[in-house]
């Protein structure tokens, strides 16, 4: 599942190939990679053939492109194992491309390549976001929160309204209407650093630990971004799951057994929500050990 920093390379990426073209033709190969444009593929080619794109966007994994002059942008779903791929004409088509946007300029095409079919492409109607009602996200957009490198995210809001909740704190992090683009692998990451148990309640930090572990979930996102940001000038704009991040040195997830990288002690893994949580017992004390 691709996480913030790679969808803000294929945001990058579609900013500096796509943005400002003029589509000429769309064809759809595979009718479930659209299967979220409920009007259907014939309604999708209608609308998207001789728009503009606007500036390409993001607001946490969510990716969209407006299309200029109109109330409405194309969304890009990337789901499992999607991909958008900037492709010259003449070049083969993938096995598994699904959509293939053509532009006016007879440059580069636009695909949307996914082995399975959990991705796609829809138009949707631009509203005023919930947070910031001066911007227009798209309508299945507007719910979700701003992420922390996004430069209008509002500290001191997110920490009032973290402190209101019922919920553990990673729990909490991985809520998008609190704060977006923050997953699994990240949240761990960033409770290591703060030496926080992600079991520990949202409402019992201080505000000065929410601020520090802002900070952590900041910087681990800067890093990732740096390393997925690798592809920035290729010709390929490419999402497949994996992130430069991955071959970086991870301080706590997938380190079960391992002696953490600042006490020594072995690293823990627990369950959490289907996945798992990884942390140091000694650094970050569970809410009910006592000591
Ligand atoms: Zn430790």
């Not at 138009?123 to 309508?139: G, R």
């Not at 409402?203 to 520090?212: G, Y």
């Not at 997938?254 to 020594?264: D, I, K, T």
């Not at 627990?270 to 000591?291: D, G, I, K, V, Y």
Request: some cysteine; overall charge positive.
């Amino acid at each position: 599942m691709p996480e913030l920093p790679e969808v803000e390379t294929v945001r990058a990426g579609l900013a500096k190939w796509v943005s400002g073209r003029t589509v000429a033709a769309v064809e759809v190969r595979h009718p479930r990679a659209v299967r979220r444009h409920v009007a259907g593929a014939d309604d999708l080619i209608a609308r998207l053939t001789g728009a503009r794109f606007g500036p390409a966007a993001r607001r946490g994994k969510y990716l969209w492109l407006p299309l200029d002059g109109r109330d409405e942008a194309m969304i890009g779903h990337l789901g499992m194992s999607g991909q958008l791929l900037v492709q010259p004409p003449d070049s083969p088509d993938e096995k598994h491309l699904h959509v293939r946007i053509s532009f006016t300029d007879g440059g580069r095409e636009l695909r949307f390549v996914d082995q399975r079919t959990f991705g796609g492409v829809m138009l949707d109607a631009l509203v005023p976001a919930v947070d910031h009602p001066s911007q227009f996200v798209p309508a299945q957009v507007a719910h979700i929160a701003r992420d922390p490198v996004d430069p209008l995210f509002d500290d001191a809001l997110f920490s009032r309204r973290l402190r209101k909740r019922d919920s553990a704190i990673k729990r909490a992090l991985l809520d998008q209407s609190l704060i977006s683009g923050v997953g699994n692998i990240y949240a761990d990451e960033s409770l290591w650093r703060a030496s926080l148990h992600g079991e520990r309640p949202a409402r019992m930090l201080s505000t000065a630990k929410v601020d520090e572990l802002l900070g952590h979930v900041r910087a681990v996102l800067a890093e990732a971004l740096i390393a997925g940001g690798t592809s920035f000038d290729s010709l390929y704009v490419n999402v497949n799951g994996e992130s430069g991040y991955f071959d970086r040195v991870l301080a706590a997830y997938g380190r079960e057994g391992e002696p953490c990288l600042r006490c020594g002690t072995p690293m823990r893994r627990s369950a959490f929500m289907n996945r798992s949580s990884f942390w140091c017992p000694s650094c970050q004390r569970p809410p009910r050990l006592r000591r």
